[in-house]
């Protein structure tokens, strides 16, 4: 199982503080925030890691380096100095990520999700009737409607209206073949991508209710440090 770490973003929320560092780069008790996506994939089993940038991405080559020291292997997928969107930046990545199902993980947002747990279903996305396994969580304050619906059986409505709203974690699975015919290079969103899946019942999902935090303000950024080093 290979994971793509997504830490392109110019993090336009957190300036002054992104402006001479990446965000996944931002102190999280005591140490860059994408850490804890890494440490706890490697504690999870999976130790192939694709990690895009485009912002300031030499620092963050320069900071982890090829993963050893973290007992993964990591290999860059560099955008350059326009970030590809979410869509565009796997479909960028896949030469990296292989044929089989990964993950992909938001490098912003501070979670317990069980890695090991979501990695263990890939065998259940078959490429054509199974396309997509998204993550979902209690709608936050700056998200109140929700992005999806979760339906009882765990089919996942591009309407929030339809079952149980929920917001995208920014966490998923995902076969190659949700990205079959994207160029690599171009800029696209992947909610459009997923919706057009969702409307031919091809995305499923689940429920998280441990910990998760949108890390995109440094409002957001204070509360996940406290977090972080409650935990420590």
Same mark, same amino acid.
Request: charged share 20%; net charge negative; proline share 6%.
């Given at each position: 199982?290979?994971a793509?770490?997504?830490?392109?973003?110019?993090?336009?929320?957190?300036?002054?503080?992104t402006?001479?560092?990446?965000?996944?780069?931002?102190?999280?008790?005591?140490?860059?925030?994408?850490?804890?996506?890494?440490?706890?994939?490697?504690?999870?089993?999976?130790?192939?890691?694709?990690?895009?940038h485009?912002?300031?991405?030499?620092?963050?080559?320069?900071?982890?380096?090829?993963?050893?020291?973290?007992?993964?292997?990591?290999?860059?997928?560099?955008?350059?100095?326009?970030?590809?969107?979410?869509?565009?930046?796997?479909?960028?990545?896949?030469?990296?990520?292989?044929?089989?199902?990964?993950l992909?993980?938001?490098?912003?947002?501070?979670?317990?999700?069980?890695?090991?747990?979501?990695?263990a279903?890939?065998?259940?996305?078959?490429?054509?009737?199974?396309?997509?396994?998204?993550?979902?969580? =209690?709608? +936050? @304050?700056?998200? &109140?409607?929700?992005?999806? $619906?979760?339906?009882?059986? !765990? *089919? #996942? %409505?591009?309407?929030p209206?339809?079952?149980?709203?929920?917001?995208?974690?920014?966490?998923?699975?995902?076969?190659?073949?949700?990205?079959?015919?994207?160029?690599? =290079?171009? +800029? @696209?969103?992947? &909610?459009?991508?997923?919706? $057009?899946?969702?409307?031919? !019942? *091809? #995305? %499923?999902?689940?429920?998280?209710?441990?910990?998760?935090?949108?890390?995109?303000?440094?409002?957001?950024?204070?509360?996940?440090?406290?977090?972080?080093?409650?935990?420590?």
């Open positions: 199982m290979r793509m770490i997504l830490a392109a973003g110019r993090g336009e929320r957190m300036r002054p503080l402006d001479h560092c990446p965000k996944p780069l931002l102190d999280v008790g005591g140490e860059p925030l994408i850490l804890w996506h890494i440490r706890r994939l490697a504690a999870s089993g999976v130790r192939e890691i694709v990690i895009n485009a912002w300031l991405g030499r620092l963050i080559e320069e900071r982890l380096g090829d993963g050893a020291a973290y007992g993964v292997s990591i290999r860059y997928s560099a955008e350059g100095d326009r970030a590809l969107e979410t869509a565009g930046g796997i479909a960028t990545a896949l030469p990296l990520l292989g044929d089989a199902p990964f992909v993980i938001n490098g912003d947002v501070l979670t317990d999700i069980d890695f090991a747990a979501l990695a279903q890939a065998g259940a996305l078959d490429g054509v009737h199974a396309l997509a396994r998204l993550v979902l969580v =209690g709608n +936050p @304050a700056h998200n &109140a409607k929700g992005d999806f $619906g979760l339906q009882p059986g !765990g *089919r #996942v %409505s591009a309407d209206l339809e079952g149980t709203g929920l917001t995208f974690s920014g966490v998923g699975l995902y076969h190659p073949a949700l990205f079959a015919g994207m160029p690599a =290079g171009e +800029p @696209a969103k992947l &909610a459009p991508l997923l919706r $057009g899946a969702m409307a031919k !019942g *091809r #995305v %499923s999902g689940e429920r998280h209710d441990g910990l998760w935090l949108d890390v995109g303000t440094p409002e957001r950024l204070l509360e996940a440090d406290a977090i972080a080093r409650a935990r420590a």
